[in-house]
């Protein structure tokens, strides 16, 4: 028998069952995912050997089409798909795109990231709303599932971080692996695992009861009745007819920016449209879920530079000696964080659930102020490495480690408990739209994050290592200083936000 939505959000115990079924189903999609991520600049500028500053802007533009076609995802989930048969299709998308990038990544590269940028957008905000959902309103257990839920990303995004580049530099599985097949048979490991991650979603999805089906329209008798099938199709034809615009758009990053120039403010109109309609309280939570939204684009601008200019730092300028072990640095940029978050998820989950029993939890606005703070730290880690560097422009992987560690603290204090308020702030109705929008103020910040990358890379022509390390460094301080001041300013105004977030905390 099936599971009715009050039985699911009755469960005992910290967790809902429910969630590891997710869990699984998004830790294999992020392997896919955060495996391509970690190649894409590293391919582009010593496989496709595109100049170092045009390979940051062709990062930034594929990355926030990634996450700008989330809004686009989780607006047909709303209002067509429902968020099951949206994952299902956008699943089915990225292993297309896979697929065509095994066969050969150099000819069809483009071809191939605009079938998983479509597919993404399908996929990532509709399987976090499904977690929101597994929670009533106000539990205040629903931020450690979110942790919980962070951490199964991040096994996948470990995993296929590490192997997926170490597996396309040669450094993994090169005893059978045939030296021109290696990057087919890297983009082919992110096929394979998206495929896991479908079939585990199609044999659990029973246990999920009401949760992400398909909406129904009310007729004119009051009775709800199923969405004309020409819509679902329409959809699924639309999006197929998109893949190529997509294509042209990453491979040419004006369009790109003419694209940010556009999305971002018809998006607000839509918003504010929507949030036209709702009750007062309803309006000053979307309000608030806004502010998040805005400081998310600096954080994400500043954080995203992991899959850009920190990839050929770590390639250039890093050593391969990690404590007693030799490793890859590449590998490390592209893993590191997600190894600690890992380990820390839980903790972090753990502290926030014991604070909360004392009446001491900080509001969510405070914890984004603090994730501020430590990304701001973890920069001026990276500026130190400088003091660390040989005059061949060579430095240390351990001081690098140690601030991807301080910059995953302030990842923990604000990306899973983002996830959480934006379900928390948004109204039923809303719930993919919200979702999508906060996925959009990502690629915001993954188009920002490319535009500082190439200013960062702009080292002049003929300079030694040891000057180029040291410009990056120089960046690195002041994007720092940058993070720092907006934690402080979050602090200061969480008291007129909390009162907007009304119950919510």
């Not at 090169?174 to 079939?199: Q, T, Y």
């Amino acid at each position: 028998m099936e599971l009715t939505l009050e039985q699911i959000q009755d469960f005992k115990g910290k967790y809902p069952r429910q969630i590891w079924s997710l869990f699984f189903s998004e830790m294999w999609e992020r392997f896919c995912f955060y495996g391509m991520r970690g190649m894409l600049t590293f391919f582009m500028v010593y496989e496709l050997l595109m100049k170092k500053d045009d390979a940051q802007l062709q990062y930034g533009a594929t990355q926030a089409f990634v996450y700008a076609f989330t809004f686009v995802g989780g607006l047909f989930a709303d209002k067509i798909l429902g968020f099951r048969k949206s994952l299902f299709w956008g699943g089915l998308l990225m292993i297309v795109g896979s697929l065509i990038l095994a066969i050969d990544p150099h000819q069809f590269f483009f071809l191939g990231i605009s079938f998983t940028v479509v597919g993404t957008g399908f996929f990532k905000p509709n399987i976090s709303s499904m977690v929101g959902q597994l929670y009533k309103s106000n539990d205040n257990r629903t931020d450690a599932g979110f942790s919980l839920f962070y951490a199964g990303i991040n096994i996948g995004a470990l995993i296929g971080g590490y192997v997926c580049i170490a597996v396309g530099k040669g450094d993994m599985f090169s005893s059978f692996i045939p030296e021109d097949k290696r990057w087919n048979f890297a983009f082919g490991f992110a096929a394979l695992v998206m495929i896991i991650s479908l079939v585990n979603f199609i044999f659990t999805q029973r246990s999920l009861g009401p949760i992400g089906l398909q909406p129904q329209k009310l007729n004119s008798d009051g009775i709800y009745q199923p969405l004309e099938k020409w819509k679902e199709y329409g959809t699924y034809i639309l999006t197929l007819v998109l893949v190529p615009v997509i294509m042209k758009m990453v491979s040419v990053p004006e369009y790109t920016d003419y694209f940010m120039w556009t999305i971002g403010p018809l998006t607000l109109l839509y918003l504010f449209y929507e949030m036209s309609k709702v009750t007062t309280a309803e309006r000053n939570k979307l309000w608030a879920a806004l502010v998040f939204i805005i400081f998310s684009i600096l954080f994400w601008g500043i954080y995203e530079q992991s899959g850009g200019s920190l990839s050929i730092f770590a390639a250039e300028h890093l050593d391969k000696k990690l404590l007693f072990f030799s490793a890859d640095p590449n590998g490390i940029n592209n893993s590191g964080g997600a190894f600690f978050v890992i380990i820390f998820a839980f903790v972090f989950s753990f502290i926030w659930l014991w604070l909360s029993k004392r009446k001491m939890e900080p509001n969510t606005i405070i914890k984004f102020g603090l994730g501020f703070i430590f990304l701001g730290l973890g920069y001026y880690v990276l500026f130190a490495t400088k003091f660390f560097a040989s005059l061949q422009g060579i430095t240390s992987l351990n001081i690098f480690t140690i601030a991807l560690l301080v910059i995953t603290f302030g990842e923990l204090c604000l990306s899973p408990i983002g996830l959480s308020i934006m379900t928390k702030l948004s109204t039923e109705k809303l719930q993919g739209v919200m979702m999508g929008t906060w996925f959009l103020a990502s690629a915001y910040g993954q188009y920002v994050a490319g535009r500082i990358g190439k200013t960062l890379s702009e080292v002049p022509v003929n300079s030694t290592k040891l000057v180029a390390l040291n410009t990056y460094a120089e960046g690195y301080k002041m994007l720092g200083i940058y993070a720092l001041v907006a934690g402080l300013v979050l602090i200061l105004i969480s008291p007129f936000v909390k009162k907007l977030m009304q119950e919510v905390h």
